[in-house]
């Protein structure tokens, strides 16, 4: 059964920084590229960041040079660095294994003073 558990999510304030976590159990890992999703209320879950099994990076346009996404194989894990972090970055975030529809339970990031 394949399981992704996010977590690090919390309140902060615009221009702090959050960590993301998501483990994956369940399925082989390495193999799989990862991607970071987000959704907003009242709005649609969007791609935020993806990593590819070799490592290689994307990130939507509205992230990039603030988020940085990173995996560790060992441990089955991808991150989401998050720093200067805006109110527009409040949302719900998910991460996904490749392209399946298998996801994580979500983690809320609230950035507001």
């Known amino acids: 059964q394949v399981q992704l558990v996010e977590s690090g999510g919390g309140l902060v304030q615009p221009g702090g920084s959050l960590r993301l976590s998501c483990v994956v159990s369940?399925?082989?890992?390495?193999?799989?590229?990862m991607g970071w999703y987000r959704q907003a209320p009242g709005k649609q879950r969007d791609l935020v960041a993806t990593i590819t099994s070799g490592g290689s990076t994307n990130y939507a346009d509205s992230v990039k040079g603030r988020f940085t996404v990173s995996r560790d194989n060992a441990k089955n894990t991808v991150y989401l660095q998050m720093n200067s972090l805006k109110p527009e970055d409040t949302a719900v975030y998910y991460c996904?294994?490749?392209?399946?529809?298998?996801w994580g339970q979500g983690t809320q990031v609230t950035v507001s003073s």
């Open positions: 996904r294994l490749g392209s399946l529809n298998y």
């Open positions: 369940g399925a082989k890992f390495s193999i799989y590229a």
